[in-house]
Every structure is written in C-alpha cells, then in structure tokens.
C-alpha cells in the first residue's frame, strides 16, 4: 500500500520556486517525512525530513501542514541542475518500512 | 575518501547466467541494503544486513540471494531464477543506530540481460 501520493510529473522555470506537493494522509505520530532526490542514474540524495515542524536547510525548505496529513518541498530558486525524480517517503526515525515510491520528476526549464 | 563502491557501472549478461554485482563500502557501517529500480518506478528493496552473517528479505527477494562474510562488504547475486532481472540496483549502508536519513548510496550497477 502506497503511504505516499505525489504527482507523477511538474515543470518550473528556471530562478523560480518549485513548490512539490505530497500527501500522506495515513502518517502515525512516530512518522517522519523525508525527502530525497535522484538525478539520472545516480543513488539518491537526501534533501531534507521533519516531523510536524517546518524545516529548512541549506538545499530546501519543508512545510508540514498542521493536520500533518501533506507536505510541500520547496525549492526557492530552481536551477537546472534541480532537475530529478524526488521522492517523498513517511518512515519512522529508524527506517521501518522506508520506501521509494515513483516520486515527482521535476523539469527545471530555461 | 569513504564511500560505497559498486562495480561495475554498467553490465551486460546472457539470459540464464547467474551475475553477481559488487558493493563494497569503508565507512565502517553496520547495515547494508540492496535496491531495484525500474524505469520511471521508485526503489524496491531487495536484501539487507544489519550485522556480518545475517541478513533478512526485503520486498522482492525472489531470485536474489546475498551474502555478508566481512562488514564492508555485501555482494549481490542474481540468479537464473529471477524472471526480468534487467534493471538499475542500488546498494547502500547505514551506521548501527542512525536515522534512516543518513542512509548512504552508492552509484549504482545497471544490469542488462540479453
């Protein structure tokens, strides 16, 4: 059962945000929310996660919605090099159940 | 520099042979994983270790086996048995007790089955 919802595709110009949705309506109170990214034939980089709070950190932004039941990542100024599949994954602290779904492939135009 | 080797980057084998695709890490982590992944599909996971000489099923075992003899390494052999072997497989490790997150790639093998 999937655990996580995102759109299957998003475009966003060059310089602008890039605001990625996801939704986990199913998440438990232990459940954290990570982000991660994968370019092309590479293993995936971790971006970012968080628990009920907003975070940010060098590469993003985080919001977390009150009910804690959706997600947005945000990419403040998107560059070309943004461009990859990203995936949104609710697992506990220590990985149970840590699953890659088919993730958002984001397009960053020039 | 520490990281996690797989070797080869690309690689090409008859149908029916058995392969088997290298991961070797020197980050002195205990658990290792291994990944699938199929075009345009997120990661399945395949095997994992937590400790030298154990190792558990993952999702989508079948046709897989694994070995841990030594901590830094954990090879992954794919065997005539699995159906549609053809894929992209990820290795990766994690320190004993680390968050999920901290969870390490490696750069990948992409199997093709002629």
């Known amino acids: 059962d999937a655990k996580t919802t995102q759109p299957p595709s998003m475009d966003c110009a060059e310089g602008r945000a890039a605001n990625l949705p996801c939704n986990h309506s199913?998440?438990?109170?232990?459940?954290?929310v990570y982000w991660y990214r994968q370019i092309h034939s590479q293993g995936p980089q971790y971006i970012i996660h968080?628990?009920?709070n907003n975070e940010t950190n060098e590469m993003a932004s985080l919001i977390i919605t009150e009910d804690r039941k959706s997600s947005t990542l945000i990419l403040p100024h998107a560059t070309l090099r943004d461009t990859a599949v990203y995936y949104c994954?609710?697992?506990?602290?220590?990985?149970?159940?840590?699953?890659f779904g088919p993730g958002t492939r984001l397009s960053v135009l020039p | 520099d520490g990281g996690i080797t797989q070797s080869p980057k690309y690689l090409f084998r008859k149908e029916g042979q058995n392969v088997t695709l290298s991961c070797e890490q020197n980050l002195n982590h205990d658990a290792m994983y291994w990944y699938r992944q199929d075009p345009g599909q997120g990661l399945r996971l395949i095997y994992y270790s937590q400790i030298v000489n154990d190792f558990q099923k993952g999702d989508i075992a079948e046709g897989y086996s694994v070995s841990r003899e030594k901590k830094e390494s954990f090879p992954l052999t794919v065997t005539s048995a699995q159906k549609n072997p053809t894929a992209f497989y990820l290795c990766?490790?994690?320190?004993?007790?680390?968050?999920?997150?901290?969870?390490?790639f490696g750069p990948g093998t992409r199997l093709t089955v002629l």
């Open positions: 199913t998440i438990s109170g232990n459940e954290y």
């Open positions: 990766a490790s994690l320190p004993q007790g680390a968050m999920v997150n901290e969870q390490f």
């Open positions: 968080g628990l009920k």
């Open positions: 994954i609710v697992s506990s602290r220590y990985g149970q159940n840590f699953v």
